[in-house]
C-alpha cells in the first residue's frame, strides 16, 4: 500500500484565500484523522471520522474550518478564508479500528 | 487519557543503545503505552506499544515497569536515521479514539 496520501504537500496562498487540503486514507481504514502542528501549539487533533461520519470535530479551531468526507477514501480539509495565523503543517492519518494510527507526509500551509 | 512526562532532550552515541523514559504514574489499567517518533517534516511514525508485558519488534524494545508507571523505550543501536522527536502517549485502545501528543524527547544521535 502507498500509505496514506495528501496533497499538495505545500501550498503557500494570501490571506482571505479559500484553502483545500486532501487526503486519501489506507484503503480498508475506517477511521481518518486531521491534525494541525505547530511550533507553538506541537501536534493538535482537529477532527476525525469514523466510516466517513465526522465523529469529533471539537478540536476545529472555529467556524473558518470544514472537513468532509464523502466516501471512504477521500477527505478534505477547507479553511474560508484564510489566515496568517492558519500557517502550519497539517496531517492526515487513517486507522483499521483500534489498531495504531498511520500518519501522511503532511500539507505545509503559509498564509501570507 | 493518562498524562505522561519525558525528557525534553537527550543525546546517545552512533551504535549505542538510545533508552528513553516515560513516566505515566496515572495510568489506568485499561491503557496502554504507545511510542511514535516524528523525524524532521515528516508524519509521525508508529514505533511500537504495549499494556503490561515488555514488547519486541524490528524497531525498538518497550520496557514497562510492574507497576506500569513508567516505560522505557530502547533503540539498541542507535543510527543517525533515529534522530528525531520520540512521544510517549498512554491510551485506552477503545472507547477514545484520540492520540493526545505531548512535547515528547528530541532524541539527537551523535556521530
Known amino acids: 500500500d502507498a500509505g496514506v496520501i495528501q496533497s499538495p504537500r505545500h501550498e503557500v496562498t494570501e490571506m482571505g484565500q479559500e484553502v483545500t487540503l486532501r487526503c486519501k486514507p489506507i484503503s480498508g481504514h475506517d477511521y481518518l484523522f486531521w491534525y494541525r502542528q505547530t511550533m507553538m501549539r506541537g501536534l493538535e487533533l482537529l477532527i476525525y471520522f469514523n466510516n466517513n461520519v465526522p465523529i469529533d470535530d471539537s478540536g476545529m479551531p472555529e467556524d473558518r474550518f470544514s472537513a468532509k468526507m464523502p466516501n471512504a477514501s477521500f477527505s478534505t480539509l477547507k479553511i474560508q478564508p484564510s489566515e496568517p495565523r492558519d500557517s502550519a503543517v497539517y496531517f492526515c492519518?487513517?486507522?483499521?479500528?483500534?489498531?495504531?494510527?498511520?500518519f501522511g507526509p503532511g500539507t505545509r500551509l503559509l498564509v501570507l | 487519557d493518562a498524562k505522561t512526562t519525558q525528557p525534553t532532550s537527550m543525546d546517545c552515541a552512533e551504535g549505542r543503545a538510545a533508552n528513553l523514559p516515560c513516566n505515566h504514574s496515572?495510568?489506568?489499567?485499561?491503557?496502554?503505552v504507545y511510542w511514535y517518533r516524528q523525524i524532521h517534516s515528516q508524519g509521525p511514525q508508529y514505533i511500537i506499544h504495549?499494556?503490561?508485558n515488555n514488547e519486541t519488534n524490528e524497531m525498538a524494545s518497550l520496557i514497562i515497569t510492574e507497576d506500569r508507571k513508567s516505560s522505557t523505550l530502547i533503540l539498541p543501536h542507535a543510527t543517525l536515521r533515529d534522530t528525531a522527536v520520540y512521544y510517549c502517549i498512554v491510551r485506552t485502545n477503545f472507547g477514545n479514539e484520540k492520540l493526545t501528543f505531548g512535547t515528547g524527547t528530541r532524541l539527537t544521535i551523535i556521530p
Open positions: 496515572t495510568i489506568s489499567g485499561n491503557e496502554y
Open positions: 504495549g499494556l503490561k
Open positions: 492519518a487513517s486507522r483499521y479500528r483500534g489498531e495504531t494510527q498511520y
